[in-house]
């Protein structure tokens, strides 16, 4: 056991100490946590709204009614919010001139000038401006009653405060009725590319590590060891724990860098580690069988970036599982990422345990022996190769 | 029961048609240096191989330090260091962390792995480098690091595979001081080389081989007496070289005398102690001589003798 974690113990050495990891393992996958989370997280929960035009009670009541609501809010002049809607970076721009302002003080009718942007939900946020508006025209509209009922102006306040408490106010329960949208219920910001990131990453960096098994195999490492007091079993362990080890360590940075960092929610945690170190297995399998099957470092570097990204996009780490075809989410069985995939999105959204998650975690672990097994015996076979 | 580090006998190995090794069997005792001499693509890193359990015999067997060396058995492998013809280092690790890991895998363990360590970089002239990553070593660095890497365990055997290949000249002559300085302190070696002087110098015994099977075994001089290797002396001048003839024959230990018209070939059996009598007695009748010249048989001939090829084939 010492031999082969002696041997693993120089695969994670050799991996950290690569340069060229640097980027690939510690900056790149929260570069895409990010922009994934950007791109389709962020506007779906929240918008962008300019106000502009001077103080008035209106302007004021906007933007207090859509901050309630979570919408960022500014207050730039008109032809500044037209140019920041037209660079993409507002959703949508009011104008609340002074007519509207006084009309609004008034109690008449408000006319408002509003330009929408062309992000995708700023027809959402459009709505959210036009509910903002709605409400304080009904408080202006109640306000205006009471007073021509003879309720002096600094009383109205507190008649509609008690007229509240004792009315029974409808509660508004919306439920998801599409499957698509229930998938994606309860999920964070960043939550979907996190997990996706994760497998992808995982498995590159196992299979781009299976260039040091060659390298050793060809430098003549491989007889080295061998010639020495260690079995071939031994080294076969190393190789598979060493791969192993950097799978976890990789999967391991993902899950704390991207939880600090972004908030990512991961469920329960030691349900969510099971699903990285067993995936990581079968990641390891996949790289020691790699390895072995191809004869140079170059060669098993391109394989295993070519065949890390077809299977997770296959595996839904690139576009959500949810929204693929029915025949292309049976084909996505075939690949690791997908049914980890699921263990995550049952333990990350639905606050699955070990049962929910248990038949992915049956098929990963089926995977991952079996390939375990391939790629030891492969390495075996090649190491008759290597003398 | 045998006091020989290594007993090989009679191996044979197969890729499938190819006999790689047909029937090689040898003893190597403590402290000698035994040389596998053949050309490449002989047997020899295949004889090698099997000998350090890496792969295995099809038939025979190898016994190191008196047990059986298998693929499988670990036991006689920690009698064993092995530097192979390649550059078996981690190039993305120092000179030391390579030594370490390798000791580690040998079994050794805390204040004795790194005192060893500290002995093997002093030893191979490495103690100063020693936290450079080895890729940026000079090639004979990385030779003295591989050869090192072999000496980790103190082996009572220690097989060096062509440990001069692609090396410059003062790197070489560093190594087979190295070798002769471990053969003096009671090591075995299991020398391979295709360099006929390296055998020359190191090796107290020989195995020619080709094409997988051990053509000729014993010392130098062994080997050359088995092929009849004789001396010659050839005399270059003017004069009566002819008339000179007659009286070279009846020089003892001179065997035959070719004239031509300006020079004299002579095959005698020891030329260093007859080349004096050899040219007084010319220079007597009357023959001005312009060079003498002395030709030894040595490995190269006795290579060509058994196999009508040369080492360098």
Redesign the interface.
Known sequence: MRNALTIAGVELRLFLRDRSNLFFVFVFPLLLVLMIGLQFGEGATTGRVAVSGGDSALATGIVRELETDDVRVSRPAWDDALELLARGRLDVAVRVDDAAATAHDDGGPVRLEMVRGSAANAQVVEQDVRSAVDVLRARRGQERALEAYGVVADRVDDALSQAARATSVPVLEVRYVDELSKEFEGLGQFDLGASGQLLLFVFLACLTGSATLIQARRLGVVARVLAGPVSAGQLVAGEMVGRWAIGVFQGGYIMLASSVLFGVGWGSLWLSLLVLVIFSLVAAGTAILLGTLLGTEGAASGAGVGLGLVLAALGGCMVPLEIFPDTMRAISRITPHAWAYEAFADIQRRDGDFLDVLPQLGVLAAMALALAALGGWALRRSLARAM | MTDDVLVVDSLVRRFGDLTAVDGVSFRIAPGETYGLLGPNGAGKTTTI?MV????AADEGTVTVAGQPMT??T??P??H?G?V??????????TGR?NLA??G????LRGAALRGRVEEVLSLIGLADRAKDRSKEYSGGMKRRLNIG?GLL?RPTLLILDEPTVGVDPQSRHAILESVEALSGEGMAVLYTTHYMEEAERLCDRIGIIDSGRLQAEGTRDELVRLIGGVDTIRLGGTGDLAGAADELRRIPGVERVETERRSAVLTVKDAPALVAQVVGTAAAHGVTLADVEISRPDLESVFLHLTGKGLRD
Request: glycine share 10%.
């Open positions: 191989s350090a359990g890496l792969i693929p499988r670990t036991g492998k920690r064993l092995l192979p013809q390649e550059l078996a280092i981690y190039p993305d690790l962390e890991l390798f580690r895998l040998q079994g890497i365990n």
